[in-house]
């Protein structure tokens, strides 16, 4: 079980690097499942476009990238996140930057739960376990 930051040419100071990774396997373990291995990637807007471009042939920006390597409960993946993706959202919707990160980080575990957001059912569903899951990060 490892769950591992990795910062690729971005100017980026991750704080609370244990209560992530606590926070991350709670809501993985209240979701019935156990944590593998999780590594995120923490990359430029351009870097990310890349990833895209080769990947999943779109040639658009994006703030997260998930690649699932989950077996049966066994939650394991990838997730390779846009620093500078983050700071324009979070400036857009009008949050704290390390809000919108936990907000991506945990996008990406959900996405590693099962939880699909191409639909705009979905999106609401995404939503709402977000906000959850930030809301157990505010009381931590």
Known sequence: MAITYTLNNVSLVLRNRQKLRRWI????????SRVGEISYLFCSDDQLLQVNLQFLSHDTYTDIITFDYVEGDLVSGDIMISVDRVHENAARFGVPFEHELRRVMIHGVLHLLGQG???DADRAVMRAREDAALAVWDKA
């Open 117 to 119: 957001d191409k639909s």
């Open 25 to 32: 396997t709670h809501i993985i373990t209240d979701n019935g």
